[in-house]
């Protein structure tokens, strides 16, 4: 009997260092076979103006509040000036579900769009969301920073 508790702890051993192995090759995956088209490192970024904005949204809805919008057509003009610059709009999420991180998503795209409106080339614009709140601890927002490559 004391045999088959020895070998059916060794089993046990074996499985758990299988298991862990597995999921740490699994995790080392996502980062060594990115997909070609990913966006660049943030990396290869640095920041020249921290935050225009932040544009708000009353909770739940896609539309900014009214006046919120105002600073792109400063943005606009910074990016039309600067031909190296990129704008990196980040939707904050309200909700951490999917349902939060889609109306993100599809505020920041209409933040983009209205950029596109004003004739900024849409691989100038990278978007992305967050779950992180904004300085004054604000979810309900879309925050855009200015960029240039190193």
């Known amino acids: 009997m004391a045999t088959s508790t020895r070998k059916a702890k060794k089993?046990?051993?074996?499985?758990?260092?299988?298991i862990a192995v597995a999921g740490a090759l699994a995790g080392l995956g996502k980062h060594y076979l990115a997909?070609?088209?990913?966006?660049?490192?943030?990396?290869?970024?640095?920041?020249?103006?921290?935050?225009i904005g932040p544009i708000v949204f009353p909770r739940g809805e896609v539309?900014?509040?009214?006046?919120?919008?105002?600073?792109?057509g400063k943005l606009a003009d910074?990016?039309?000036a600067h031909a190296?610059?990129?704008?990196?709009?980040?939707?904050?999420?309200?909700?951490?579900?999917a349902e939060g991180?889609?109306?993100?998503?599809?505020?920041?795209?209409?933040i983009k769009q209205s950029l596109a409106?004003?004739?900024?080339?849409?691989?100038?614009?990278?978007?992305?969301?967050?779950?992180?709140?904004?300085?004054?601890?604000r979810f309900n927002l879309v925050s855009c920073v200015v960029q240039k490559k190193k």
């Not at 190296?84 to 579900?97: A, E």
């Open 78 to 80: 910074l990016l039309t």
């Open 63 to 72: 539309k900014p509040e009214i006046g919120s919008d105002v600073p792109l």
């Open 117 to 137: 409106d004003k004739d900024i080339a849409a691989d100038r614009i990278v978007v992305e969301t967050t779950t992180e709140a904004d300085k004054e601890g």
């Open 84 to 97: 190296g610059y990129r704008v990196r709009i980040v939707g904050h999420i309200d909700l951490i579900s």
């Open 101 to 110: 991180k889609q109306l993100a998503e599809d505020r920041a795209n209409g």
């Open 35 to 51: 997909a070609p088209n990913e966006k660049p490192p943030r990396e290869d970024w640095v920041t020249v103006l921290p935050e």
């Open 11 to 18: 089993w046990l051993l074996a499985a758990f260092i299988w």
